[in-house]
Structure formats: structure tokens, C-alpha cells
């Protein structure tokens, strides 16, 4: 069965850092794409971040270049979110989902997701 | 950017009802458009890919159909199971979701 587990969220203060995770197990984590989502609070998905299999190409959407970098190490079938300068609009669920180049790049996979709320 | 716009907002219809979703796009996007349901408090699941194929294990009453810039998602005939938001996705350049699309029962 594939799992995809979110960890790490938890508040932090305007300014502040933060790394989320996601543990995959249930199927060859090297073979995929992986993408972040995020949800604030009563809004709807926003697209994040995704990485290449063997993490040569990143991509992020324009609110977060140069404060979020997306990582992951396939030996330990992790990936990850690295959030510096953190921001009030920040604060979301974030969610890790795969994605598959083969199916139009959509996500069949999601986990439960991590609540990142920035507040002073 | 690609601006996704899916119309109506929301929308409150009847068990049996045909439900249509429109999701257009601020340019072409081929047919690089995913439907996603997400119930309340839950994770994002993965209706339609490529506009138009159906999902494994997603009813068949669920349908997609477009290319270009206009999409639609089709209930062919409303369950109670379905209340829920839908969102369209482009994955042609910089994802980008539509609003969302409440579905509510009658």
C-alpha cells in the first residue's frame, strides 16, 4: 500500500525557519516525481514545489523562489520542504503527493499533510 | 502565469442531477488538465488525468472532456457521496489550480 507521511509542521514566528518532511513507503520512491501542495486555512490548493526523480530539476511557484527549497533523499525514501523567512501567508496544510510524468503530471498519491502556522 | 477560473463557485443540486464543472484556461494548455475531489478535512483524490481519462477505481459517472482551453467535469448523476470540492490543475507550465468548485446536496 502506498503511504506518504507529512511530519514537521508546527508554528513559528515571522522570519522563522522551518523543514517539513514526508516518509514514503508502498512503492519505488526513486522512480517519481514529487510535488508540494498547500492549503491555507478555508482557501483552496495551491501548487508549491516539485523534483525530478533524481532531484536534477526543482520548480516552485514564484511566492516561495528563494525562501523554499525542495529536496529528497531516495536511500531513505524522504522528501522534503525547507521554508526560511517564513511569512503570515505561509500558514497552511502542506501536502506531499507524487506525480507521474506518464499521466499528465497528475498526483494519484497524497498524504495527510502538516499544518505550518506562522504567527508571532 | 496560467490563470485557471473554474465556474460556478459553488453549486447545490439533487440526487440524480447532471453536474458540469468548467474550468477554463488563460491560454492553451493541450490537454495537461487533472480534476481532483477533496472532501472536507481530507487529502486531494485524483479524479481525471489528461483531461480526459478516468482515474483507477473512480466511478464512472464521473467524466472529463476539453482541450485547449476549456475543460469540463461531468457527474453524470449526483450521489450524496459527492459533496465534496472540486478543482481543476494544469500541469502544462508552473502548476496552478483552479478556485475550486463547491458541491452541495439538495
Known amino acids: 500500500e502506498v503511504q506518504l507521511v507529512e511530519s514537521g509542521g508546527g508554528m513559528v514566528q515571522p522570519g522563522g525557519s522551518l523543514r517539513v518532511s514526508c516518509a514514503a513507503s508502498g512503492f519505488t520512491f526513486s522512480n517519481y516525481w514529487m510535488t508540494w501542495v498547500r492549503q491555507a486555512p478555508g482557501k483552496g490548493l495551491e501548487w508549491v514545489a516539485n523534483i525530478r526523480q533524481d532531484g536534477s530539476q526543482k520548480h516552485y511557484v514564484d511566492s516561495v523562489k528563494g525562501r523554499f527549497t525542495i529536496s529528497r533523499d531516495n536511500a531513505k525514501y524522504s522528501l522534503y520542504l525547507q521554508m526560511n523567512s517564513l511569512r503570515a501567508e505561509d500558514t497552511a496544510v502542506y501536502y506531499c503527493a507524487t506525480s507521474e510524468q506518464s499521466s499528465s503530471w497528475s498526483s494519484q498519491h497524497w498524504g495527510q499533510g502538516t499544518l505550518v502556522t506562522v504567527s508571532s | 502565469d496560467i490563470q485557471m477560473t473554474q465556474s460556478p463557485s459553488s453549486l447545490s443540486a439533487s440526487v440524480g442531477d447532471r453536474v458540469t464543472i468548467t474550468c477554463r484556461a488563460s491560454?492553451?494548455?493541450?490537454?495537461?488538465l487533472n480534476w481532483y475531489q477533496q472532501k472536507a478535512g481530507k487529502a486531494p483524490k485524483l479524479l481525471i488525468y489528461a483531461a480526459s481519462s478516468l482515474q483507477s477505481e473512480v466511478p464512472s459517472r464521473f467524466s472529463g472532456s476539453g482541450s485547449g482551453t476549456d475543460f469540463t467535469l461531468t457527474i453524470s448523476s449526483l450521489q450524496p457521496e459527492d459533496l465534496a470540492t472540486y478543482y481543476c490543475?494544469?500541469?502544462?507550465?508552473?502548476?496552478?489550480f483552479g478556485q475550486g468548485t463547491k458541491v452541495q446536496i439538495k
Open positions: 490543475q494544469q500541469t502544462y507550465r508552473i502548476w496552478t
Open positions: 491560454e492553451s494548455i493541450s490537454s495537461y
